[in-house]
């Protein structure tokens, strides 16, 4: 599903920001990338979601090396990716119902079956009573949770999630989390990018632990490192 | 949701400088249409020039002796009434018609005043001729012929003078034509660089689009169908303006009540032709903005 093999980032003439990553996600996995701020995680995450092309190194997507691929594939690939993104990019001028229906718009799936799905997964987030609210209007974690919705609406093959429940409250944080894991129940590659390790250690899922820009600990087993 | 107007992903309908592209459309569709009207006018013009003489000529003799040139002229004229019966017995003429010295004082009378006295003047005796355009008769012979009758004489096919104004006419014509591609060109230019900066203004929408699976051509088609909607609205705006000023164009042509001048009165397909003016002017701006979307967005990596 994704395959990094020695990749290296760096922006401009700066530093190395991925320092020869290797990895691979399994179809149907679930997996955690911890590290501190600044260790690469968002990174990589741009690179899985197609918005960087590595330095050096090679990127491989549903069994696609992405570096040859055209304009027209790699839309049609990022259909198949659902994104949170940390800083959420919702359209401001759009309503959560608006935002959460964009990709089935663009997809061209977009109808009265997909209004109906959308007003589903907006109340299963908590979002019944701010369908036609404004991004602005709402609170950090209520427009979280319209970015989610956006994410999983199409039910992508791969969820990537980066900083997923950094403004949830825990009871709302576990809960989004289930509803990746049932997302990954059906098919779907999960990997989330967090540095909230209490939240990771509730899950038995496999974690990837970046430091300084290279995997520290590879695909390592969050169940060894949980308490028991 | 489906009730409700469904808005487009890139809020281009907010952008100040989409704001006022239907002005400066209408300005264009209103220059495009006088100069259109401009173009019609002459070719009609050149139609009527060319028409209305072709199947004629005037035979002009010198002045005539002192005491012939009151009414009934041909019969008191020798050389007036030889060259007439010469005229009548050419094959290829069909109607001969000597102008009286009342007709002559009234085609001389917008230059020289009320107060001609037709006495004092050496004026030429004219004889108008139709001739059979499809038979028509030997000029040189012709000209010959009456030359021999009445030394002197002139026959005049009109064709010198008539050429001169034709392409008077046919470069006016084309000079409309000219100014309604520039106009329409100037659009165009204008169109791309909205659409660019509309592009710049909305980088972060556009980015989001294309992370969520947008093919180019989906953002070109929101760029297009606002361009489309704001060139529609322009030209209109600019037809509804044109057409007053075509009107009152026309009113002060029918004052002049001059046969050179030409007829502003528009034939529906004319009409057409300017009405289609909206619409060109809105697939110019939805094609140029579609163009520069993806393009522009092309280069992008």
Redesign the interface.
């Known amino acids: 599903m994704v395959r990094f093999e020695d990749v290296v980032l760096r922006y401009g003439q700066g530093p190395e920001i991925l320092k020869h990553v290797s990895l691979q996600f399994d179809p149907g996995s679930y997996h955690f990338l911890v590290g501190a701020s600044g260790a690469g995680k968002s990174s990589l995450l741009r690179m899985m ?3 960087q ?1 590595p330095t050096a190194g090679r990127v491989a997507l549903f069994g696609r090396n992405v570096a040859g691929l055209t ?2 594939e790699t ?2 690939l ?2 198949r ?1 659902g ?1 949170v993104f940390q800083d959420f ?1 919702l ?1 401001e ?2 309503t959560a ?2 935002n959460v ?3 089935l ?3 061209g799936e977009a109808g ?1 079956r997909s ?1 109906k799905d ?1 007003e589903e997964l907006l109340t299963w987030v908590g979002l019944a009573d701010h369908m036609d609210a404004l991004p602005p209007t709402l609170s950090g974690g209520q427009q979280q949770r319209v970015a989610i919705a ?1 994410a999983v609406i199409g039910r992508p093959s791969l969820l990537l999630a980066d900083e997923p429940t950094g403004n949830l409250d825990d009871r709302m944080a576990v809960r989004l989390l289930y509803l990746f894991e049932e997302l990954n129940k059906i098919g779907t590659t999960v990997v989330i990018a967090t540095h909230n390790e209490s939240l990771v250690q509730r899950f038995r899922h496999p974690i990837t632990r970046l430091s300084g820009g290279e995997i520290a600990a590879p695909g390592g087993s969050a169940a060894a490192e949980a308490p028991a | ?2 009730r409700r107007r ?2 487009q ?1 890139v ?1 281009l309908d ?1 952008d100040a400088s989409g704001r006022y592209l239907p002005l400066l459309v209408a300005i264009m569709v209103y220059l495009a249409a006088l100069a259109l009207a401009g173009a019609m006018a002459a070719n009609k013009l050149a139609a009527r020039w060319d028409s209305g003489l072709a199947g004629s000529l005037t035979v002009q003799l010198p002045a005539a002796p002192p005491g012939a040139e009151a009414e009934g002229a041909a019969q008191q004229d020798p050389a007036l009434q030889a060259v007439v019966d010469l005229l009548e017995q050419t094959p290829g003429v069909v109607t001969t018609e000597v102008l009286q010295s009342g007709e002559i004082s009234a085609l001389l009378e917008p230059w020289l005043g009320e107060a001609l006295l037709i006495d004092d003047l050496p004026l030429p005796r004219l004889i108008a001729v139709t001739i059979n355009p499809d038979q028509p008769p030997d000029l040189t012979v012709l000209r010959r012929a009456v030359l021999a009758a009445a030394p002197g004489s002139i026959v005049d096919d009109h064709q010198r003078w008539l050429a001169h104004l034709l392409d008077l006419a046919w470069a006016v014509e084309i000079m409309a034509i000219v100014v309604v591609a520039m106009v329409l060109s100037a659009a165009a230019i204008m169109v791309a660089f909205v659409t660019r900066m509309g592009l710049a203004a909305h980088d ?2 556009i ?10 051509s ?1 953002v070109a088609k929101q760029f297009q169908s606002h361009a489309l909607s704001l060139g529609l609205r322009g030209g209109l705006i600019g037809l509804a303006c044109a057409l007053p000023t075509l009107y009152l164009g026309r009113s002060l042509l029918e004052r002049i009540e001059s046969g050179l001048l030409p007829e502003l009165a528009l034939r529906p397909h004319e009409w057409s032709l300017l009405i289609l003016l909206p619409v060109a002017s809105a697939l110019v701006t939805m094609f140029t903005a579609r163009v520069t979307v993806l393009r522009t ?2 280069r992008m ?1």
């Open positions: 979601y197609l918005a092309h304009r027209q839309a049609v990022r259909r990716i994104v990019r359209l001028h759009l119902r608006e229906a964009l990709p718009q663009i997809s009265a209004d959308v956006r | 949701m489906s469904k808005r992903a809020p907010r972060q929408a980015e989001l689009l294309h992370l969520i699976g947008a093919q180019d989906y967005l092309a990596p």
